[in-house]
């Protein structure tokens, strides 16, 4: 994440060399090398990284409504009550949760 970090916060950072003691060295298109903040870094890694966490609850929350779409297909009967409550708790679910880590999946009637 500090590579994604230093870019998102460098616009002019063309490469990153890891200088094998756990810090980085950022060049720019010229190949001077550019000053990081780490302070900056640090804050930016843990934005991206909870923004990638987001992201994959998302992502199975999404295929988990997938599964039950054809609940609401036209050509079905319509749906159970249950089933549209299952399938609301799993859209309201990032209203409640930010990662796969701690979430409680609603249970599928």
């Known amino acids: 994440m500090r590579h994604a970090a230093i870019y998102a916060l460098h616009a002019n950072v063309v490469s990153i060399n890891d200088n094998g003691d756990g810090s980085e060295t950022a060049y720019n298109v010229d190949g001077a090398e550019v000053t990081i903040d780490e ?5 930016k890694a843990t934005e991206l990284a909870a923004a990638d966490d987001l992201r994959r609850l998302r992502a199975k929350r999404d295929a988990l409504i997938a599964e039950t779409d054809y609940w609401a297909l036209s050509d079905t009967t319509d749906m159970t009550s249950d089933q549209t409550v299952y399938r609301q708790a799993l859209r309201d679910i990032t209203n409640s949760y930010q990662s796969l880590d701690d979430v409680v999946w609603p249970t599928k009637p």
């Open 39 to 43: 302070t900056a870094v640090a804050a």
